[in-house]
């Protein structure tokens, strides 16, 4: 069974960086897309920045192009998220996914029904 924990949210003034981690355990850490998502109440959910863990180009949501970075570690079976110039519209609980399978390759990589593994969440609150 696959699983991941998000870690490093927390509250910051608008400006300001965060670096959200996402550890995967078993199987998940084979090359794979996996994403960062966001979720503000009353919202859906949406794609922030996504890519394949063995490497190539990301994508990201233009709300956040310039401003967010999507990295791996592999020593550390770690996918991270760091978030710069943070904006009160960046408020929300974010998650780390991954697709299903090492094979599967999304066809909108920052499409939500394209994972299939969900971490918990990490709250990210940004104040103006």
């Known amino acids: 069974q696959m699983q991941m924990v998000e870690s490093g949210g927390g509250s910051v003034q608008a400006g300001g960086s965060l670096r959200l981690s996402c550890v995967a355990s078993?199987?998940?850490?084979?090359?794979?897309?996996m994403g960062w998502f966001r979720q503000a109440p009353g919202k859906e959910r949406e794609g922030v920045a996504a890519?394949?863990?063995?490497?190539?180009?990301?994508y990201y949501a233009d709300s956040v192009k310039g401003r967010f970075t999507i990295s791996k570690d592999n020593s550390k079976n770690t996918v991270y998220l760091q978030m710069n110039s943070l904006k009160p519209e960046d408020t929300a609980m974010y998650y780390c996914?991954?697709?299903?399978?090492?094979?599967?390759?999304?066809?909108?990589?920052?499409?939500?029904?394209?994972?299939?593994?969900w971490g918990q969440g990490t709250q990210v609150n940004v104040s103006s």
């Open positions: 996914a991954a697709v299903l399978a090492t094979s599967w390759i999304p066809s909108n990589p920052l499409l939500d029904q394209e994972y299939h593994y």
């Open positions: 078993g199987d998940m850490y084979s090359s794979r897309f």
């Open positions: 890519f394949y863990t063995g490497g190539g180009s990301a």
